[in-house]
């Protein structure tokens, strides 16, 4: 039912998309995946802003201040010049004159005219109306083309026409493709009718020149020099300013995006879309991996997937942005939170079916102190917790798969419940917490529901006496002709979470955290250093001289950058053998040296602990370490590569 579901939801989605639904927001969004990018060095603007209209007068200025602009420019030999604005009127006799001639003498200069232009859907753009410079302006040599820009719907310049015809059904180019050619000393072709502007960013992204401080000869000739240089209006009280997809709503000079045609053409580069067939494969891949995704997670994940995959694909638009291509965005970022929520939706009917039925068989196995603490008023039945300092425990079978792999089923449900059952009543005789069993695993913790001062020495308490338990329980193991195990045993105190953790329907009272992590860790590290309890430096500090403890390592575990110092726990101090604290000294002794680089004293010291793995280990260490020196970045951690 969800795959069909998915199906049809892609399919209306789709189906919007192409009938423009949802369009022009989708455009608006794809405004924002534009990432600015250098301007052409090669191009010069020079402005007829707001200061240039205080020092030379009124706008229009006089033909004449033109033509001396021309001349000036002309002088340092530009590659050609673009002259945005439209003479199209007659203005004293004189000066008209004075910049006919001017236009006469240099040919290098691109007059603009406007343009009334009708978009068809099949062939280029028409003109309608045109609005020439004055015949006088004009020679056989002149170049002339429309600067007409047109808004989308939302009033922002995105496309724009390079090419159209005039009524006589002549082909014509724009003033922009004009500047282009001529900079380019070669005819440039465009693929479409209208050319989507490859924007290099905001406002005041081209390298620009005062009017004024060109007529004022203030500008060194050598600015224009091989360059293009377009001349146009900048001040806002002349009204050629638009909105373009960079500048925040901050409208941009026409000359200024007649600059960023110029270098879309000379790049070669213009915006593209897909197609709707390109389009409607970008639906399917979603589909399919909504479907896939969907079908194999499990629902905790489906909105860290979500999250991703709509991640991913913003990540992947950007991208192809910055590579002219734009993919649509509003509508696939609808698609998948369609999709996700429906699988949401199916999996949690399912999920609240499978929770009622979990609730009704296991509903009263809680923890005694959480029941009591519920009983009396202290802790309400809610979601929520405190950060406390506690010492957490975990144990563990090793080679449990192994062993039940030989084992029959019942037989091996009876032999953990007797496990379970001995190491359980150790954690509740030491007034400890059984936070949950993980398989074969026993979690617990100290500190809370009740406060405990002494916490960590209860957790190590009840650790060695599950030691000593297990030689109990291996005994009759042995004499019963079953098979016999060992356990490891891994303790940390720091500040977690603890509290009623869960769902609104179904919690349990638990500890959540860092610190909760890295016990676990250390239980696992007791296979490898071939230890039975394992304790971090944090619960060390809190345990005096109850214990005989012998430093191990120190340890980066895995999914931490911090080492952590730890400790073996041998035995209650009152218990501890002479053999056993010679032991430790010996040891210490060598990890002195280990830790002073003297790999040859450390490994002779080693050498004479036989029997300890941790001192085979170390052997190998200090043997590599003496062949090839881990450089004076050393600092002694050994990194964990398993969990």
């Given at each position: 039912?969800?795959?069909?579901v998915?199906?049809?939801?892609?399919?209306v989605?789709?189906w919007?998309y192409?009938?423009?639904?949802?369009v022009?927001?989708?455009?608006?969004?794809?405004?924002?995946?534009?990432?600015?990018?250098?301007a052409?060095?090669?191009?010069?603007?020079?402005t007829?802003?707001?200061a240039s209209?205080?020092?030379?007068g009124?706008?229009?200025?006089?033909?004449?201040?033109?033509?001396?602009?021309?001349d000036?420019?002309?002088a340092a030999e530009?590659?050609v010049?673009?002259?945005?604005?439209t003479?199209?009127?007659?203005s004293?006799a004189?000066e008209?004159q004075?910049?006919?001639?001017?236009?006469?003498?240099?040919d290098?200069?691109?007059l603009?005219?406007?343009?009334v232009?009708e978009i068809?859907k099949d062939?280029l753009?028409?003109?309608?109306?045109?609005l020439?410079?004055?015949?006088?302006?004009?020679?056989?040599?002149?170049k002339a083309?429309?600067?007409?820009?047109?808004?989308?719907?939302?009033?922002?310049?995105?496309?724009?026409p390079?090419?159209?015809?005039e009524?006589s059904?002549?082909p014509?180019?724009?003033?922009?493709?004009?500047?282009?050619e001529?900079m380019?000393?070669?005819?440039?072709?465009?693929?479409?009718?209208?050319?989507?502007v490859?924007?290099v960013?905001?406002?005041?992204?081209?390298?620009?020149?005062?009017?004024a401080?060109?007529?004022a000869g203030?500008?060194?000739?050598?600015?224009f020099?091989?360059?293009t240089?377009?001349i146009?209006?900048?001040?806002?009280?002349?009204?050629d300013?638009?909105?373009?997809?960079?500048g925040a709503?901050?409208?941009?000079?026409?000359v200024e995006?007649?600059a960023?045609?110029?270098?879309?053409?000379?790049?070669?580069?213009?915006?593209?879309t897909?197609?709707e067939l390109?389009?409607?494969?970008?639906?399917?891949v979603l589909?399919?991996?909504?479907?896939v995704?969907?079908?194999?997670l499990?629902l905790?994940?489906?909105a860290?997937?979500?999250?991703i995959?709509?991640?991913?694909?913003?990540l992947?638009?950007?991208?192809?942005?910055?590579q002219?291509?734009?993919l649509?965005i509003i509508?696939?970022?609808?698609?998948i939170?369609?999709?996700?929520g429906?699988d949401v939706?199916?999996r949690?009917?399912?999920e609240?079916?499978?929770r009622a039925f979990i609730?009704?068989a296991f509903?009263?196995y809680v923890?005694?102190a959480?029941?009591?603490?519920l009983?009396?008023?202290?802790?309400?039945?809610?979601?929520?917790g405190?950060k406390e300092e506690?010492t957490?425990?975990f144990?563990d079978i090793?080679?449990?798969?192994?062993?039940?792999?030989r084992?029959?089923?019942e037989?091996l449900?009876?032999f953990?419940?007797?496990y379970l059952?001995?190491?359980t009543?150790?954690?509740?005789?030491?007034?400890?917490?059984v936070?949950k069993?993980?398989?074969?695993a026993?979690?617990?913790?100290?500190?809370?529901?009740?406060?405990q001062t002494?916490?960590?020495?209860r957790g190590?308490?009840a650790?060695?006496?599950m030691k000593?338990?297990?030689v109990?329980?291996n005994?009759?193991?042995?004499?019963?002709?079953r098979?016999?195990?060992?356990?490891?045993?891994?303790?940390n105190t720091?500040?977690?979470?603890v509290?009623?953790?869960?769902?609104?329907?179904?919690f349990?009272?638990t500890?959540i955290?860092?610190d909760?992590n890295?016990?676990?860790?250390?239980?696992?590290?007791?296979?490898f250093?071939?230890?039975?309890?394992?304790?971090?430096?944090a619960t060390?500090?809190?345990?005096?001289?109850?214990?005989l403890t012998?430093a191990l390592?120190k340890?980066?575990v895995?999914?931490k950058?911090?080492?952590?110092?730890?400790?073996?726990?041998?035995?209650?101090a009152?218990?501890?053998?002479?053999?056993?604290?010679?032991?430790v000294?010996?040891?210490?002794d060598?990890l002195?040296?280990?830790?002073?680089?003297?790999?040859?004293?450390?490994e002779k010291?080693l050498i004479?602990?036989?029997?300890?793995k941790?001192a085979?280990l170390f052997i190998?260490?200090c043997q590599k370490?003496?062949?090839?020196d881990?450089?004076?970045?050393?600092?002694?951690?050994?990194?964990?590569?398993?969990?």
């Amino acid at each position: 039912m969800f795959s069909l579901v998915t199906v049809l939801t892609t399919g209306v989605w789709f189906w919007l998309y192409t009938n423009g639904v949802l369009v022009a927001l989708d455009t608006r969004l794809q405004d924002k995946l534009f990432m600015p990018r250098a301007a052409s060095d090669e191009i010069v603007l020079v402005t007829i802003d707001y200061a240039s209209i205080q020092k030379l007068g009124v706008w229009p200025f006089q033909r004449s201040l033109h033509a001396q602009v021309i001349d000036f420019i002309a002088a340092a030999e530009p590659r050609v010049i673009g002259y945005d604005v439209t003479f199209s009127e007659a203005s004293i006799a004189l000066e008209d004159q004075i910049l006919a001639d001017t236009l006469a003498r240099h040919d290098e200069v691109v007059l603009a005219s406007e343009a009334v232009l009708e978009i068809r859907k099949d062939g280029l753009p028409m003109a309608i109306s045109t609005l020439e410079p004055l015949p006088m302006f004009v020679t056989d040599d002149t170049k002339a083309g429309p600067t007409t820009l047109i808004p989308d719907s939302d009033g922002v310049i995105r496309q724009v026409p390079t090419t159209y015809v005039e009524r006589s059904n002549e082909p014509a180019k724009s003033f922009a493709l004009l500047v282009a050619e001529a900079m380019a000393g070669e005819s440039l072709q465009t693929e479409e009718d209208l050319l989507r502007v490859a924007y290099v960013g905001g406002p005041g992204s081209f390298a620009t020149v005062s009017f004024a401080d060109v007529v004022a000869g203030q500008v060194s000739k050598s600015v224009f020099t091989d360059k293009t240089v377009l001349i146009g209006a900048t001040a806002p009280d002349l009204h050629d300013e638009y909105l373009t997809p960079f500048g925040a709503g901050q409208a941009t000079p026409g000359v200024e995006i007649q600059a960023n045609i110029v270098q879309s053409l000379l790049e070669g580069r213009h915006v593209r879309t897909l197609t709707e067939l390109q389009v409607a494969i970008v639906f399917g891949v979603l589909m399919l991996l909504g479907l896939v995704l969907g079908l194999s997670l499990r629902l905790r994940n489906l909105a860290l997937a979500a999250v991703i995959v709509l991640i991913g694909y913003l990540l992947v638009a950007v991208a192809l942005a910055g590579q002219d291509l734009l993919l649509p965005i509003i509508h696939p970022l609808i698609l998948i939170g369609c999709i996700f929520g429906v699988d949401v939706l199916y999996r949690y009917r399912d999920e609240y079916a499978r929770r009622a039925f979990i609730e009704h068989a296991f509903g009263r196995y809680v923890a005694p102190a959480v029941v009591e603490k519920l009983a009396s008023g202290q802790a309400p039945l809610a979601l929520g917790g405190l950060k406390e300092e506690l010492t957490i425990l975990f144990s563990d079978i090793r080679g449990f798969t192994s062993l039940s792999e030989r084992m029959a089923p019942e037989e091996l449900v009876t032999f953990l419940n007797e496990y379970l059952t001995g190491m359980t009543d150790i954690v509740l005789d030491h007034e400890g917490t059984v936070d949950k069993y993980i398989g074969d695993a026993v979690m617990a913790f100290w500190g809370a529901p009740l406060a405990q001062t002494d916490h960590a020495v209860r957790g190590i308490s009840a650790a060695v006496a599950m030691k000593k338990r297990l030689v109990e329980l291996n005994a009759g193991w042995k004499a019963a002709g079953r098979p016999t195990i060992e356990i490891g045993v891994g303790l940390n105190t720091g500040r977690v979470i603890v509290g009623n953790i869960g769902s609104e329907r179904r919690f349990d009272y638990t500890v959540i955290g860092d610190d909760v992590n890295l016990a676990s860790r250390l239980e696992s590290l007791t296979k490898f250093y071939g230890v039975s309890i394992l304790i971090s430096a944090a619960t060390k500090k809190q345990l005096g001289d109850r214990f005989l403890t012998r430093a191990l390592d120190k340890v980066a575990v895995k999914g931490k950058k911090e080492a952590v110092r730890i400790f073996e726990v041998i035995a209650e101090a009152a218990e501890a053998t002479q053999e056993q604290k010679q032991f430790v000294l010996s040891f210490e002794d060598a990890l002195g040296a280990y830790y002073q680089r003297d790999w040859s004293r450390a490994e002779k010291l080693l050498i004479k602990l036989t029997g300890d793995k941790v001192a085979q280990l170390f052997i190998e260490r200090c043997q590599k370490y003496a062949k090839e020196d881990p450089g004076e970045a050393w600092d002694g951690i050994y990194v964990a590569t398993e969990k």
